[in-house]
């Protein structure tokens, strides 16, 4: 604004009067002219270019300037503005552990996200130039980009449902789980508790022992009646008196529909366990001497033991073992991790896309000319390809990081209550402490203040990459 | 009702509405903050065909109101939707008696600051309903209240157990009158485990611990514990609290007179660990209970298969029931008062919107007087989704069973209906996802044996924020 004020027409004139004459010393009537020519070429009356400059300033100083100064200024006051506390806010917000959480998962995620994205933005830019239904395969990386943050977040919210039935994640978990090692045949089944047995390491062994020759009875609940198999018939009891090598017994569901009947004792409509194994172990020696694998009735018969040796039966917690739940990907440990994958799955199309439209322009004679000198494919991604792209890279990363910082929705809406302390952000930490209960606007601010100045090396980066663009442009 | 049951319910509407793309009901956004409140759309439909009925309760007669023609008051409350509705049914019965102009304005859960910036503002309404004590004491006490007047009052002591009027008291003076209210002591049953498993609805603590027993040896999960809401295990904790420490420890507690390591607090986080410490009990363990929102807890419950019994939160499970499920209220959903963990009986932990008036007029106090009658609460229980306090309310107003179990224990509780701690306490405390209270119940469904370790979190984290 330094531009003469002599150069105004007749002060006068209607400012709104007409196109404004080209002056003489230039010969096309230019608004930005670079370093180096001198004075614009236009004139034009002060008033006039206030006229066109004050709204915008007071919109910019309204909705950006004076919030701006005025979180710096509420920074510095008390929950709610009333009193001046210096920079008490800032000390507790970097000695308050749920803000250094929230730091950490905030490092975690400029670190990762942005890179990913990255990544994965090159290897899909990369391979849609190979294959035939390249814009379809773009448009549909690109599309979760039209879902806003807070719909993905609900979205990804039911794809990490611990249930596999309405998680999608854990019931792939499950599936691949499930189809190498099978479920056990009775999940959750055990004795009674204080039945004369104890737990080890979900195998469940008897307190008593018994001799060969004997007979033994192994009621079992926990599980539902409905739940045994097809074959599962009344229980009958164990024969009275088993040969002298063997130990009989049975093993049944020790239950009725609506209570009733006597716990441990073979009532009428309880049913035997089929297929449930029992193991004799030996008591001196502690090794397996027999086994056996219960009847549709629920008996079994362990054979070839020891006459007048004594044995403790053992139910391996291979029949019991209860099924796979998939993993718990909101759990305390993966719960970021899981919500980085989420904003993947939104940014690495723009990322690509971008990405994309660098590729189109880097020169191919290059990667030819590189290719004639015997390059190989690998050398040319890296020497040639990367290098070239750089810049578009870097503008990819900067936007990201500058979006990772503010990010806020996705970790909100995804994670659970119970693991929002372990998946906290700054952003969403700045919305607990000043509206979502905290109430205190003094130290949420404070937080808003320190998350600008995260931002800024990120901004600067950018504005001066900005300016470089325009000189070369101008040249 | 308190903010937080809109919330639920209201993610519950949500979920219906986005039932194309997701799964019904496993939502757990229940605790996300959103305006507006449809809660009594989905209750509505929980009391089935009897919601039809023409207002104007018959046999509730109304007190004698004086003629305010050309009159007109300004009231404020927290309702839309369906809820607003049915107000506007007790409002033109109100108009049809007086012919006062009443015009209603609805805030949604911002009520309280609403009022407030109304006050400041100089607009201020004349009738407000507001679902947080705290408010009113303070605003009682910066004068910006009416206390009520003696016709006001002896409406109350007509028809209102002295417990519910002493609620509304301060510092001697009566300033509010709770209106609806919310009763978080129902714990709902899938009756046909229960008949599974041969057991009958308990009603102590340890009887609560029995019928777990049976219930996990029949092969069935007990419980199904929302514990990604924090809000649902500060209710498991007052509840257990309340009826072990008794209502006047539970008022120090709220007002933070006691600390929370005090033996008192210990010995109920004790109790409750007896539930939360066996994996067995719990739907999903621990580490499930953790992942499961309220919404899922209930739904879990009344599912086809279930995967639990029993589900505990208040009257307003039923709307998700109701939607979510195909399980009738009734007949495959009932609910027995939480089970009594000390000596207090009768006990009920709530919340509720109580009439507040902001200045002396004629046609304000009449009113509250006659929101305080058992002709007003009769017109909405008819409407469904309400429950009085107001013991002449009569059972035939409400349009189920359900419903008139609840509001009969709501009305027996009288002295010992307690609003909800967490409502009460200062948010920073009683109302931050994932911190304080919430936060700290959270910490010890994780680690159900680390009593003296939650008590001490709990207390740090009162000590952060300052109690009125």
């Given at each position: 604004m330094d531009e003469p004020l002599s150069a105004a027409p007749a002060a006068g004139a209607a400012p709104a009067a007409g196109p404004p004459a080209p002056s003489a010393a230039g010969p096309v009537p230019h608004l930005y002219s670079p370093?180096?020519?001198?004075?614009?070429p236009l004139r034009i009356p002060v008033r006039v270019r206030a006229g066109f400059l004050i709204p915008a300033a007071v919109i910019l100083a309204a909705i950006i300037i004076w919030p701006a100064v005025d979180s710096v200024w509420l920074s510095l006051h008390n929950h709610d503005g009333s009193k001046w506390v210096g920079l008490h806010n800032y000390k507790t917000m970097f000695t308050d552990s749920a803000t250094l959480t929230a730091l950490k998962n905030n490092v975690i995620w400029v670190v990762c996200a942005p890179t990913i994205a990255c990544a994965l933005g090159l290897m899909f830019a990369l391979l849609a130039e190979k294959i035939r239904w390249s814009t379809a395969f773009k448009a549909v990386i690109f599309?979760?980009?039209?879902?806003?943050f807070l719909a993905a977040g609900v979205i990804f919210e039911l794809v990490y449902q611990q249930d596999p039935n309405q998680g999608v994640a854990n019931a792939v978990a499950v599936g691949i789980h499930d189809t190498f090692a099978k479920s056990s045949q009775?999940?959750?089944?055990?004795?009674?508790?204080?039945?004369g047995t104890a737990a080890t390491g979900g195998s469940f062994n008897t307190v008593q022992t018994y001799q060969a020759g004997s007979v033994v009875t192994v009621p079992l609940v926990g599980?539902?009646?409905?739940?045994?198999?097809?074959?599962?018939?009344q229980a009958a009891a164990p024969t009275a008196a088993p040969a002298p090598d063997q130990i009989e017994g049975t093993v049944w569901l020790d239950l009725i529909y609506g209570g009733g009947g006597k716990p441990g004792s073979i009532d009428p409509g309880k049913k035997g366990m089929p297929g449930i194994s029992v193991k004799a172990v030996?008591?001196?020696?502690?090794?397996?001497?027999g086994s056996a694998s219960a009847h549709d009735d629920g008996t079994f018969t362990i054979k070839g033991l020891k006459p007048g040796d004594s044995y403790r039966l053992e139910l391996p917690g291979s029949n019991f073992a209860q099924p796979?739940?998939?993993?718990?990907?909101?759990g305390p440990s993966l719960v970021t991790p899981a919500i980085i994958a989420s904003y993947l799955w939104i940014w690495a199309g723009f990322a690509m896309v971008l990405i994309a439209a660098g590729l189109a322009s880097i020169p191919r004679e290059l990667q030819e000319a590189a290719r004639v000198d015997g390059a190989n494919e690998r050398q040319i991604f890296w020497r040639v390809t990367v290098p070239l792209l750089a810049p578009v890279l870097l503008v990819v990363l900067v936007t990201q990081v500058i979006n990772v910082l503010k990010v806020f929705d996705l970790v909100y809406v995804i994670a659970p209550g119970s693991t929002l302390p372990n998946a906290n952000v700054l952003a969403v930490q700045m919305w607990n402490v000043s509206?979502?209960?905290?109430?205190?606007q003094g130290l949420g601010s404070a937080m808003g203040v320190f998350l600008y100045a995260l931002v800024l090396p990120a901004m600067y980066f950018n504005i001066r990459r900005l300016r470089r663009e325009k000189k070369e442009g101008g040249r | 009702m308190g903010a937080r049951s809109h919330r639920s319910v209201t993610a519950v509407a949500a979920v219906g509405l986005a039932s194309g793309l997701a799964l019904a009901g496993?939502?757990?956004?229940?605790?996300k903050p959103s305006a507006g409140?449809?809660?009594?759309s989905a209750a509505t439909s929980a009391s089935?065909?009897?919601?039809?009925s023409a207002p104007g309760g018959g046999t509730a007669s109304g007190p004698a109101l004086?003629?305010?023609?050309?009159k007109s008051i300004q009231v404020l409350a927290e309702w839309s939707g369906t809820e607003q509705q049915d107000f506007q049914k007790v409002i033109d019965a109100f108009t049809a008696k007086t012919h006062a102009k009443v015009s209603y304005q609805g805030a949604g859960d911002q009520t309280v600051t609403v009022l407030q910036s109304k006050i400041a503002g100089g607009g201020a309404p004349d009738v407000a309903l507001i679902a947080a004590p705290g408010a009113i004491t303070d605003l009682a006490k910066a004068g910006k209240l009416t206390p009520l007047s003696a016709d006001v009052q002896s409406t109350i002591d007509a028809n209102f157990d002295p417990g519910w009027k002493k609620l509304g008291t301060i510092d001697g003076k009566s300033y509010s009158i709770m209106f609806k209210a919310a009763d978080k002591g129902t714990f709902w049953y899938n009756t046909a485990a229960f008949q599974q498993a041969g057991i009958q609805p308990p009603t102590d603590w340890a009887g609560f611990l029995k019928d777990c027993q049976a219930l996990s040896d029949a092969g069935i999960t007990p419980v199904s514990v929302?514990?990604?809401?924090g809000w649902t295990l500060a209710d498991w904790f007052q509840n257990v609290y309340l009826s072990q420490a008794g209502p006047d420890m539970y008022d120090k507690l709220s007002h933070h007179?006691?600390?929370?390591?005090d033996p008192s607090v210990k010995q109920a986080l004790t109790t409750l660990g007896q539930l939360f410490g066996?994996?067995?009990?719990?739907a999903g363990g621990k580490s499930g209970a953790l992942q499961t929102s309220f919404n899922d807890s209930v739904t879990n419950t009344f599912?086809?298969?279930?995967?639990?019994a029993m589900v505990f939160e208040g009257d307003f499970s039923s709307s998700v029931i109701t939607s979510t499920t195909s399980a009738k209220l009734g007949t495959d959903a009932k609910f027995f008062p939480?089970?009594?963990?000390?000596?207090?009986?009768n006990f009920v932990q709530g919340s509720g919107d109580a009439a507040v008036a902001l200045n002396n007029n004629p046609a304000t106090m009449a009113f509250i007087q006659y929101l305080a009658s058992p002709e007003a609460g009769s017109i909405w229980a008819q409407a469904g989704g309400f429950l009085s306090?107001?013991?002449?309310?009569?059972?035939?107003?409400?349009?189920?069973d359900i419903t008139r179990a609840e509001a009969a224990q709501l009305t027996q509780a009288g002295p010992n209906f307690r609003f909800s701690l967490d409502d009460l306490s200062p948010a920073g405390f009683g109302g931050t996802k994932g911190a304080g209270e919430w936060g700290d119940l959270q910490y010890f469904l994780g680690h159900p044996t680390d009593v003296d370790g939650t008590a001490a979190k709990l207390e740090a984290d009162a000590a952060k924020v300052t109690w009125s």
């Amino acid at each position: 604004m330094d531009e003469p004020l002599s150069a105004a027409p007749a002060a006068g004139a209607a400012p709104a009067a007409g196109p404004p004459a080209p002056s003489a010393a230039g010969p096309v009537p230019h608004l930005y002219s670079p370093a180096g020519h001198g004075r614009s070429p236009l004139r034009i009356p002060v008033r006039v270019r206030a006229g066109f400059l004050i709204p915008a300033a007071v919109i910019l100083a309204a909705i950006i300037i004076w919030p701006a100064v005025d979180s710096v200024w509420l920074s510095l006051h008390n929950h709610d503005g009333s009193k001046w506390v210096g920079l008490h806010n800032y000390k507790t917000m970097f000695t308050d552990s749920a803000t250094l959480t929230a730091l950490k998962n905030n490092v975690i995620w400029v670190v990762c996200a942005p890179t990913i994205a990255c990544a994965l933005g090159l290897m899909f830019a990369l391979l849609a130039e190979k294959i035939r239904w390249s814009t379809a395969f773009k448009a549909v990386i690109f599309m979760p980009m039209a879902i806003s943050f807070l719909a993905a977040g609900v979205i990804f919210e039911l794809v990490y449902q611990q249930d596999p039935n309405q998680g999608v994640a854990n019931a792939v978990a499950v599936g691949i789980h499930d189809t190498f090692a099978k479920s056990s045949q009775y999940p959750g089944a055990r004795p009674r508790p204080n039945e004369g047995t104890a737990a080890t390491g979900g195998s469940f062994n008897t307190v008593q022992t018994y001799q060969a020759g004997s007979v033994v009875t192994v009621p079992l609940v926990g599980i539902q009646a409905a739940s045994l198999p097809g074959k599962a018939a009344q229980a009958a009891a164990p024969t009275a008196a088993p040969a002298p090598d063997q130990i009989e017994g049975t093993v049944w569901l020790d239950l009725i529909y609506g209570g009733g009947g006597k716990p441990g004792s073979i009532d009428p409509g309880k049913k035997g366990m089929p297929g449930i194994s029992v193991k004799a172990v030996d008591v001196a020696t502690g090794k397996s001497a027999g086994s056996a694998s219960a009847h549709d009735d629920g008996t079994f018969t362990i054979k070839g033991l020891k006459p007048g040796d004594s044995y403790r039966l053992e139910l391996p917690g291979s029949n019991f073992a209860q099924p796979y739940r998939g993993i718990q990907w909101l759990g305390p440990s993966l719960v970021t991790p899981a919500i980085i994958a989420s904003y993947l799955w939104i940014w690495a199309g723009f990322a690509m896309v971008l990405i994309a439209a660098g590729l189109a322009s880097i020169p191919r004679e290059l990667q030819e000319a590189a290719r004639v000198d015997g390059a190989n494919e690998r050398q040319i991604f890296w020497r040639v390809t990367v290098p070239l792209l750089a810049p578009v890279l870097l503008v990819v990363l900067v936007t990201q990081v500058i979006n990772v910082l503010k990010v806020f929705d996705l970790v909100y809406v995804i994670a659970p209550g119970s693991t929002l302390p372990n998946a906290n952000v700054l952003a969403v930490q700045m919305w607990n402490v000043s509206f979502g209960g905290g109430q205190d606007q003094g130290l949420g601010s404070a937080m808003g203040v320190f998350l600008y100045a995260l931002v800024l090396p990120a901004m600067y980066f950018n504005i001066r990459r900005l300016r470089r663009e325009k000189k070369e442009g101008g040249r | 009702m308190g903010a937080r049951s809109h919330r639920s319910v209201t993610a519950v509407a949500a979920v219906g509405l986005a039932s194309g793309l997701a799964l019904a009901g496993c939502s757990s956004s229940s605790s996300k903050p959103s305006a507006g409140s449809s809660n009594s759309s989905a209750a509505t439909s929980a009391s089935g065909s009897a919601s039809g009925s023409a207002p104007g309760g018959g046999t509730a007669s109304g007190p004698a109101l004086p003629d305010l023609s050309g009159k007109s008051i300004q009231v404020l409350a927290e309702w839309s939707g369906t809820e607003q509705q049915d107000f506007q049914k007790v409002i033109d019965a109100f108009t049809a008696k007086t012919h006062a102009k009443v015009s209603y304005q609805g805030a949604g859960d911002q009520t309280v600051t609403v009022l407030q910036s109304k006050i400041a503002g100089g607009g201020a309404p004349d009738v407000a309903l507001i679902a947080a004590p705290g408010a009113i004491t303070d605003l009682a006490k910066a004068g910006k209240l009416t206390p009520l007047s003696a016709d006001v009052q002896s409406t109350i002591d007509a028809n209102f157990d002295p417990g519910w009027k002493k609620l509304g008291t301060i510092d001697g003076k009566s300033y509010s009158i709770m209106f609806k209210a919310a009763d978080k002591g129902t714990f709902w049953y899938n009756t046909a485990a229960f008949q599974q498993a041969g057991i009958q609805p308990p009603t102590d603590w340890a009887g609560f611990l029995k019928d777990c027993q049976a219930l996990s040896d029949a092969g069935i999960t007990p419980v199904s514990v929302g514990g990604a809401d924090g809000w649902t295990l500060a209710d498991w904790f007052q509840n257990v609290y309340l009826s072990q420490a008794g209502p006047d420890m539970y008022d120090k507690l709220s007002h933070h007179q006691i600390p929370w390591t005090d033996p008192s607090v210990k010995q109920a986080l004790t109790t409750l660990g007896q539930l939360f410490g066996n994996d067995q009990f719990l739907a999903g363990g621990k580490s499930g209970a953790l992942q499961t929102s309220f919404n899922d807890s209930v739904t879990n419950t009344f599912k086809t298969p279930p995967k639990a019994a029993m589900v505990f939160e208040g009257d307003f499970s039923s709307s998700v029931i109701t939607s979510t499920t195909s399980a009738k209220l009734g007949t495959d959903a009932k609910f027995f008062p939480f089970p009594a963990a000390g000596s207090t009986a009768n006990f009920v932990q709530g919340s509720g919107d109580a009439a507040v008036a902001l200045n002396n007029n004629p046609a304000t106090m009449a009113f509250i007087q006659y929101l305080a009658s058992p002709e007003a609460g009769s017109i909405w229980a008819q409407a469904g989704g309400f429950l009085s306090p107001n013991k002449n309310v009569p059972a035939s107003a409400y349009p189920d069973d359900i419903t008139r179990a609840e509001a009969a224990q709501l009305t027996q509780a009288g002295p010992n209906f307690r609003f909800s701690l967490d409502d009460l306490s200062p948010a920073g405390f009683g109302g931050t996802k994932g911190a304080g209270e919430w936060g700290d119940l959270q910490y010890f469904l994780g680690h159900p044996t680390d009593v003296d370790g939650t008590a001490a979190k709990l207390e740090a984290d009162a000590a952060k924020v300052t109690w009125s």
